[in-house]
């Protein structure tokens, strides 16, 4: 999911800056040079210099587009380097409990493993911290189409692979450090062969006799800890 462009650095400052100032000098160049045609009467040689206001506007325009890819993309670089508290939970199934949202609203960034089953808790998650979300079995619909069914991303430091189901998790771990699931709303949190496979459990509606979990994994010194949450059904 791509993250909102929030800080105004001096890139995005200068480089929108400068495509705006180009539009702004071709329009005014544009309409100086219909005067001189409306004054003179058709001109094949001035003709030739309307191309100049029309380039020149188009590379305002590039510049433009280029200050919000590049601000997005160092946004987001800097928010998965000082990234400390993860929060991670999975299959809310359409249940997005208010103890949940504020154990998430203390942390820097989420990660949902999939069944998130409906749109609106898609955006209140997105309004909460940034985050990575792939899609589950049940995420069904135009709204889900277009997210990931696996991600591989590095945040404070640690290697994730995200996935919904535990089966759909590649052998070669190489350069992994946690690998994040959900699907059988089981939690489970163990290391082999030095990566970490956790499953937060299902933080949504209770499925059976098995307990409401999320978890939060948090990042000091290069290492990390996990911590499990088990959620009230009030």
């Not at 800080?7 to 005067?35: E, K, P």
Request: glycine share 8%; proline share 3%.
């Amino acid at each position: 999911m791509s993250i909102k462009k929030k800080d105004r650095d001096w890139y995005y400052l200068i480089t929108r800056g400068m495509g705006i100032s180009v539009c702004a000098a071709s329009l005014a160049l544009f309409i100086y040079l219909l005067r001189i045609l409306a004054i003179h009467g058709p001109d094949l040689v001035l003709a030739g210099f309307f191309l100049v206001p029309v380039i020149t506007f188009a590379a305002g325009l590039v510049f433009i587009k280029l200050s919000k890819v590049e601000t997005r993309q160092a946004s987001e670089k800097e928010a998965n380097l000082l990234a400390k508290r993860i929060g991670i939970l999975a299959d809310t199934h359409g249940l997005l409990r208010p103890e949940v949202l504020e154990i998430l609203r203390g942390c820097d960034c989420v990660i949902h493993a999939g069944d998130i089953d409906r749109e609106d808790v898609l955006r209140q998650l997105q309004a909460v911290a940034p985050l990575y979300i792939v899609r589950g079995n049940n995420d069904r619909g135009q709204w889900a189409k277009d997210l990931d069914e696996q991600i591989r991303v590095e945040i404070g430091g640690i290697a994730f692979f995200i996935v919904h189901d535990k089966k759909f998790i590649p052998k070669d771990l190489t350069d992994i450090d946690v690998v994040v699931f959900g699907h059988s709303h089981k939690y489970f949190c163990e290391t082999k062969d030095g990566t970490l496979w956790l499953n937060p459990g299902s933080c949504g509606r209770r499925r059976f006799s098995l307990p409401v979990t999320m978890a939060a994994l948090e990042i000091e010194d290069g290492g990390f800890e996990v911590i499990r949450y088990d959620i009230s059904e009030d």
